[in-house]
């Protein structure tokens, strides 16, 4: 079946530009995720969204990211007066909703690389 | 601080050997452990979860899990050179809490 789809797969913007990512999740997950990766650097968690509960934004780094999720499924994670520092991989991923162990396991999409020049 | 650690190698192995990777975590009350595998310029891919003391084996992985001592480890066996990439423990805390370590990177040499 499909994966995890993100779109763009790359974006080049000018500092000061907003920027809006896009991601799809899994048909049937309920669970989105939104993780930021710099070059050599680890996963940093931004945000989780679960069903219509009230999304987890304790990652996000500063007042100018957001994130949103339509009806549950895609989710657009938006970046405004972007700066060099906000240059990384951006990554999504989704699982099922939390009813078992395995519904934990996080499946990732294949990211976008934004940077901001 | 919850925090999740790896060493960050490189962890080089012949070609044919057992590759052993480890995970260390801080909060005691981390509930399920999983690892992933980075290719380079790729995003992660799940390799295996576990959540219960103990092994579980998939293929040539093992997984063993030790809450006692806080502890979470991977196994490859008959390392191949495909399997050379970056390897990142995530564990989670709580609901939904996931860290991730800073990955170990793994070389196969052939």
Not at chain 1, 70 to 90: F, H, M, N, P, W
Not at chain 1, 94 to 104: E, F, H, I, R
Request: net charge neutral.
């Amino acid at each position: 079946g499909a994966g995890v789809s993100q779109s763009p797969s790359n974006k080049v913007t000018e500092k000061g530009k907003d920027v809006e990512l896009r991601c799809d999740p899994i048909s049937g997950h309920t669970a989105l995720y939104w993780y930021r990766q710099s070059l050599g650097q680890g996963l940093e968690f931004l945000i989780y969204f679960q069903g219509n509960s009230a999304p987890d934004k304790s990652g996000l780094p500063s007042d100018r990211f957001s994130a949103e999720r339509t009806g549950g499924s895609v989710s657009t994670l938006t970046i405004q007066r972007t700066q060099q520092e906000d240059s990384a991989v951006y990554l999504c991923a989704s699982s099922l909703a939390p009813t078992g162990t395995s519904s934990y396991e996080q499946y990732f999409g294949p990211g976008t690389r934004l940077t901001v020049t | 601080q919850k925090e999740v650690e790896q060493n960050s190698g490189p962890l080089s192995v012949p070609e044919g050997a057992i590759a052993s990777l480890n995970c260390t975590y801080s909060d005691r009350g981390s509930q399920s452990f999983f690892w992933y595998r980075q290719y380079s310029g790729k995003s992660p891919e799940l390799i295996m979860s576990i959540y219960s003391n103990g092994d579980k084996e998939d293929g040539r992985f093992t997984a063993q899990l030790n809450k006692a001592s806080q502890y979470v480890s991977l196994l490859i066996r008959d390392s191949q050179p495909s399997d050379s990439a970056t390897y990142l423990c995530a564990v989670r805390n709580y609901g939904q809490n996931f860290v991730f370590g800073p990955g170990t990177r793994l070389s196969v040499l052939p």
